[in-house]
């Protein structure tokens, strides 16, 4: 059964890091497109940033441009999410997840309904 694992959340003060991994097991998913997404308390998940298969193209929303970096080891089958200068609005569980939906990765990248496979989540609290 395949399965992702999120880990690296926790607590920091604003201004702060950390580093979220996405373990797969059970597959490889080496050949498949990959995305972070989060959901705060009340609001619906939302797209964070996304990765190619070979990691050659990626996507972030605006929001966490330049303060975020999404990459990928495919050798090790795990994904990662550098968050830098973290902000109070941060504060979410992150998820990562594959996309499993033939095609169209380019359009559809932040539509949560394209992406299969989702790990359990970890918190991420950023105070003030």
């Known amino acids: 059964q395949a399965q992702l694992v999120e880990s690296g959340g926790g607590l920091v003060q604003a201004g702060g890091s950390l580093r979220l991994s996405c373990a797969a097991s059970?597959?490889?998913?080496?050949?498949?497109?990959m995305g972070w997404f989060r959901q705060a308390p009340g609001k619906e998940r939302e797209f964070v940033a996304a990765?190619?298969?070979?990691?050659?193209?990626?996507f972030y929303t605006d929001s966490v441009k330049g303060r975020f970096t999404i990459s990928r080891d495919n050798a090790k089958n795990t994904m990662y999410l550098q968050m830098n200068s973290l902000k109070p609005e941060d504060t979410a569980v992150y998820y990562c997840?594959?996309?499993?939906?033939?095609?169209?990765?380019?359009?559809?990248?932040?539509?949560?309904?394209?992406?299969?496979?989702w790990g359990q989540g970890t918190q991420v609290t950023v105070s003030s």
């Open positions: 997840a594959v996309y499993t939906t033939i095609n169209n990765w380019y359009r559809d990248h932040t539509v949560p309904a394209k992406y299969g496979v």
């Open positions: 990765i190619s298969f070979n990691g050659n193209t990626i």
């Open positions: 059970g597959r490889t998913f080496s050949s498949y497109a």
